[in-house]
């Protein structure tokens, strides 16, 4: 069965940083662009970042170039969501999807993480 979890989320102060993960099973992880989301309470869902396939291409949101940092490992099968700089508008639950870079129907979602910047 195809599962992706992520990891990694908790509380941070304001400056900080944390790295979540998201942990791919079930289908053919070189096969799938990797993408990272978040959404805050009352507000829509935003795409935060891409990783290609093949991991030679990324995209950031305007909120995040600079700060954060996509990566991916086709060993673990798992990509990754560096975040540094951390500002409390970064609050959110983090989701990862995979989506198969050809036939986009094959969409999978992540049970999502909760990340926090607080002091």
């Known amino acids: 069965q195809v599962q992706l979890v992520e990891s990694g989320g908790g509380l941070v102060q304001p400056g900080g940083s944390l790295r979540l993960s998201c942990a791919a099973s079930?289908?053919?992880?070189?096969?799938?662009?990797m993408r990272w989301y978040r959404q805050a309470p009352g507000k829509e869902r935003e795409l935060v970042a891409v990783i290609t396939s093949t991991g030679g291409s990324t995209t950031y949101a305007d909120s995040v170039k600079g700060r954060f940092a996509i990566s991916r490992d086709s060993a673990k099968k798992t990509s990754y969501l560096e975040m540094n700089s951390l500002k409390p508008d970064d609050t959110a639950i983090y989701y990862c999807n995979a989506q198969h870079r050809t036939f986009k129907e094959y969409d999978y979602w992540g049970q999502g993480t909760q990340v926090t910047v607080s002091s």
């Open positions: 079930g289908f053919t992880f070189s096969m799938y662009t």
